[in-house]
Structure formats: C-alpha cells, structure tokens
C-alpha cells in the first residue's frame, strides 16, 4: 500500500473502538475502495505475521477480533467472560423484534399474549434493540428493530444470516420425532 498514513489511521481506529466500525465512518479517512483494500491488506498482515488476531465484520461494521482459539486464553488471563444474559421472556421478545422488525410493543404483546415492556427495558439497556422511529396510526407507537449489540452476541453478519421459519420448523419436528 502506497499509504501507510491512511492504513495506520484505519488500524488505530478498529484498534480503538468499543464497537464495529461502519463503512460510512470508516468512508471519512479514504473512499470505499481505499478502505476495502485496507482492510484486506492488515488481515494480511496479521497473518503473515502470526498474530492471534482478524478484522471481523458484524453487520456493515467491523472491528479486530481474535482468531479462533484465543478465547480461552483471554477468558483466563482476564478471569471474566463477556456474555449477554437474557431471561426466557427477553429471548422472546428478542426473537420477535428480530423476525417482525420494526415492531411495535401493542404487536409484540399481542404475539405473546403477555406485556413485555420489561423485556424490551432490559432489551434496550443492553444495546440488543433500538427505536427505529414511530409508526403511522393511532397514537404514534415506538417502533423497535434489533440494536447494534444484536449482530455481535450471536455472531452473525447480518439478519440473512438468521436461521429462516421453515429450517426451524424442520429442526423442531426433528426433534419432536426422536425417542429420548
């Protein structure tokens, strides 16, 4: 790369960041183009140079990460490990916004036949859903989509990624027909 100045400010800024970085953000040091063969050319590196480490993408963000295998070593190193706990309600409701988004919270009750404003609190707090606006009837209900958390806690692209309604269906009535 002809730029080490725009590599290295793209390095700093995945290094740096608490979250995936998008490709908009990332767009204000070079042009898209510039930014994909940067990213390219530090995985590169991290592999030419044997370094436990990987760019990740998480959505249209990415971050450094760890390569596969180095988790045990930091869980230990740090004595803590990094997991979104979730009640059977708020993995409902999680399951809901993320199949049905945007998704009102009158609709989420009304498929769970049960109030979920404390799921979607908790939900909310921990970055797992967001309002992504208001929708156009009666009163103005707060629409909620999955938030930036989402993606990362279970390791997916993006929401294709999520296993489709009839690969459930499939994988359940599998279950439902074993003898146990």
Not at 67 to 95: H, I, M, N, Q, Y
Request: aromatic share 8%.
């Amino acid at each position: 790369m002809e730029n080490r100045e725009t590599r290295n400010k793209v390095f700093l800024s995945l290094l740096f960041t608490g979250e995936p970085l998008k490709m908009n953000i990332l767009s204000r040091i070079a042009p898209k183009k510039e930014i994909e063969m940067i990213l390219d050319e530090i995985s590169g590196l991290f592999g030419r140079e044997g370094l436990p480490l990987r760019i990740v993408q998480f959505g249209d963000g990415y971050r450094i990460g760890t390569e596969p295998g180095s988790d045990d070593f930091l869980k230990d190193f740090f004595r803590k490990e990094k997991r979104v706990r979730l009640s059977r309600a708020g993995l409902e409701v999680l399951t809901i916004i993320a199949y049905k988004q945007p998704i009102t919270i009158p609709e989420i009750n009304q498929i769970r036949a049960i109030n979920s404003e404390g799921p979607i609190k908790t939900l909310l707090e921990k970055n797992m859903i967001e309002i992504s606006g208001r929708k156009d009837s009666l009163g103005r209900p707060l629409l909620f989509c999955t938030g930036p958390m989402f993606l990362e806690a279970f390791g997916l692209k993006s929401l294709e990624d999520l296993p489709k309604p009839v690969e459930i269906n499939m994988l359940k009535q599998g279950l439902d027909n074993e003898d146990y």
